[in-house]
């Protein structure tokens, strides 16, 4: 049998789950139902990542054990998946991975003992003892270089990460090195040869030209002293294992790898290798350090990493809790019906790139989409059944003496005709599925709903009713209607499993969805006379005015100067996971906020930045820097000002000279790689990716001229 293991990231065990950790477990399950319908032996893993300083921190901050802090954050995270029904008990994850569970440690044990035991394509050892000096961000677990920070405002103080604004500590230790830069070839080999280990394809581009610059070797252990929290190198235990190597084993570990724990050995064998879903801020982990260790090891790396968007707020922000524009899963749980939460995010966002979400959005579509739609066509077919044919499936046969009646009243009599376009929607439907494409497969179903709809409505069913020389095409309609709707329900259960299972059993049918094989669907399926069960709504309507006047209600208000709550959740919430404040430490910037917690500033704020024109000069790379230009601009001074920016993977050197630009030229000087950068060059920031787009004029301007 053909099998197939999807995983999601394992969440950081640090703060309760969100919207992020929800969307990426649905797009997982929804993936792992359909190959399940396809006839794969399926695995499908979740999980939390449960080691680092960061969270032995906040243990210590709140007074707990690491391992206490972090069951309380799993119990969180359990119960949410069982309130959208993405847990084992509603068909959904077959495992919640831990990494504090003691096989997890000796897979990655054993991984651990391979990759210190073999040679890198150069023929050297893959991994080395050294001495590493250099900034570390907890919150990411990874190392930043000076291009991925903030550098102090004051002398002495640590620079900050630019992902989470927040300090970062000082390393300098002695240090175990995985010997990642004698992997660039090989990754390359990897990345040609199969060209679906990465998607999607913008995502491959921009790792090729990642690796092709370059790759530094990676310190993957610390000293025990500094983080005790974790996995101990093995026959070393002064040193402790860097966290994303205990996390990215455990897609190993999970299935059997290098542990003999009866329950966890359901088959590395049959199920490795993995598809990976994971948000393209963990795309370098996943398709460098993972692949490499693996190759170092002589296990076969991943099938695809597919990286994801991020969702934004309705207005096209990031979400922070900052901002206060997170999304509420205990609110979301409550006042939406899960398959219509399970339905947008499949729908709403292209898979691969950013996506709002906004609850007047997803009320409106579960309004259109699913009550007015999906919903209405069921229960109009289905009632119609109930009314003209006595609750029984009709027969779709039109005999030879009633065709003629049957095409006066404008029916297409030719039932292939439907049974075409609706197996050409399978066609296209499962394409789109296998090419991750769930938006487009989504729209093809409902091109479906739009199709019987119509047909419907084109027969009129309540006039043929009328007549009894026409009730062979009214049957033939009804049939063609309910066969449809069959087809439906098995195309949409993997995303709708709940709602779809329903409409199948007020169609009369009792067979689980689960396994009903929508390749294997054939026009002529449902069985004329087949008892209809009783006519439910399956999709109400909501009532947009109250529900947003509940969430917005519930919403944390946007204030000035507020602080997170310090506390630690409490043990096991409740069933419906009533959220417990926030972790401890976060704390939000100070910031005058409007309405959409957008911050004003006055027109004198504005003046404080002074913005001049300018023509570059001069632009180079700066070497062992993929992001920078080290760029000369004349902005009408007596030389031109030193800017560095981080275009360089957007923009030749040599397109850039003598171009006009904007320069802020009162930034506080500040060096990056051994540079003053004396200003800004202005950009917009373009797509998910945000490219960078250099602001000019289209007019002749002289430089130094001042913006105002
Ligand atoms: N622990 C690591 C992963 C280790 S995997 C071996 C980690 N955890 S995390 O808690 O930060 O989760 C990150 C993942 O959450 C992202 O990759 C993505 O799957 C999901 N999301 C977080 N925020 C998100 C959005 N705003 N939108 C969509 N998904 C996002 O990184």
């Known amino acids: 049998m053909k099998s197939f293991y999807v995983t999601t990231p394992i969440y950081y065990a640090n703060d309760l789950p969100h919207l992020g950790s929800l969307y990426t477990t649905i797009v997982a399950d929804s993936l792992r139902r359909h190959k399940r319908q396809l006839g794969y032996d399926t695995y499908f893993l979740t999980g939390t990542d449960e080691h680092g300083i960061n969270i032995q921190r906040l243990a210590e901050k709140n007074g707990v054990s690491p391992k206490e802090y972090t069951d309380r954050i799993v119990a969180a995270f359990k119960t949410m998946f069982a ?22 440690y000796a897979g990655v044990a054993e991984l651990w003992r391979r990759v210190a035991r073999s040679k890198t394509p150069k023929g050297n ?36 990460c630019l992902v989470h604004l927040k300090p970062l500590d000082r390393v300098s230790e002695e240090s175990y090195f995985f010997r990642l830069s004698n992997f660039d070839q090989a990754l390359l080999d990897l990345y040609e040869k199969r060209p679906d280990f990465i998607l999607p394809e913008a995502r491959r581009n921009e790792m090729i030209s990642f690796v092709r610059r370059g790759l530094d070797d990676l310190s993957i252990s610390r000293q025990k ?11 070393d235990p002064g040193h402790s294992i ?47 350090y993972w692949p490499a260790f693996l190759l170092a090891a002589g296990i076969e790396p991943p099938r695809s990493v597919f990286a994801h968007g991020m969702w934004q707020d309705a207005s096209g922000r990031r979400m922070s809790k900052t901002l206060g524009n997170t999304i509420d899963l205990d609110l979301l749980h409550e006042c939406f019906p899960t398959d219509a939460v399970r339905y947008f995010c499949l729908r709403e966002m292209v898979f691969g790139q950013d996506g709002r979400f906004g609850y007047e959005a997803l009320i409106d579509r579960t309004n259109s989409d699913l009550a007015s739609g999906l919903g209405n066509l069921s229960s109009r077919i289905l009632t119609m059944i109930g009314r003209y044919c006595e609750g029984v499936v009709p027969s779709g046969k039109i ?22 376009f609706i ?70 259960q993997p995303v709708m499993p709940g709602s779809t299972q329903e409409i199948y059993k007020q169609l009369g049918l009792s067979d689980s969805l689960s396994h009903a094989n929508p390749a294997e669907l054939r026009w002529g399926g449902l069985q004329s006379g087949t008892r209809i069960g009783e006519v439910k709504p399956v999709f109400p309507r909501l009532d947009k005015g109250s529900v947003l006047a509940r969430v917005r209600g519930n919403e944390r208000p946007v204030s000035a100067h507020a602080t997170e709550a310090e506390a630690v959740p409490t043990a096991s ?10 972790m401890v430490g976060a704390t939000e910037a100070d910031a005058v906020t409007g309405a959409e917690g957008v911050a004003f500033i006055d027109i004198a704020d504005f003046a404080k930045v002074d913005l001049r024109v300018g023509q570059v000069v001069t632009a180079e790379r700066l070497p062992k820097s993929d992001k920078l230009l080290l760029l000369n601009i004349d902005i009408g001074e007596e030389k031109p000002r030193q800017v560095l920016a981080g275009i360089a993977e957007y923009y030749e050197p040599a397109k850039l000279l003598g171009r006009k630009v904007v320069v802020v030229a009162n930034l506080k000087p500040r060096k990056l790689r051994g540079h003053e950068s004396q200003g800004m060059v202005v950009a917009a920031s373009v797509g998910d990716e945000g490219r960078p787009v250099i602001a000019t004029f289209t007019e002749d301007v002289p430089n130094g001229a001042r913006l105002k």
Request: proline letters at 6%; a negative charge.
């Open 242 to 288: 860097y966290v994303w190597f205990d996390a990215l084993s455990n897609y190993i570990t999970a299935i059997g790898f290098g542990n003999q724990e009866p329950n966890q050995v359901v088959g590395f064998e049959k199920f490795w290798p993995a598809v990976h879903l994971v948000g393209k801020d963990i795309l370098r982990q996943h398709t460098l």
């Open 423 to 492: 197996e050409h929607a399978r066609d296209q439907f499962l394409q789109h599925f296998a090419n991750y494409s769930f938006n487009r497969g989504l729209e093809v179903a409902w091109s479906v709903v739009a199709r019987a709809d119509k047909m419907i409505t084109e027969a009129k069913p309540w006039d043929l009713a009328k007549d009894e020389n026409q009730r062979q095409t009214l049957h033939a309609i009804l049939y063609r209607a309910a066969e449809s709707l069959r087809w439906l329900c098995v195309l949409l």
């Open 125 to 160: 050892s893959s991994i080395y003892k050294g001495h590493y000096e250099g900034w570390f961000c907890p919150n990411c677990a990874e190392y930043k270089t000076e291009d991925e920070y903030q550098r102090p405002e004051r002398e002495g103080d640590p620079p900050t």
């Open 83 to 104: 309130n959208f029904e993405l847990d084992t008990a509603h068909g959904g994850y077959d495992i919640f991975m831990r990494t504090t569970e003691p096989f997890h």
């Open 573 to 582: 919430p409740s069933p419906s996971t009533k959220r417990q404040p926030p």
């Open 225 to 235: 002293t500094s983080v005790s929290w974790a996995i101990p190198v093995p026959d």
């Open 399 to 420: 005999s030879e003496e009633k065709i003629l009646s049957a095409k006066r009243s404008g029916v297409d009599t030719d039932e292939t005709t439907i049974a075409g």
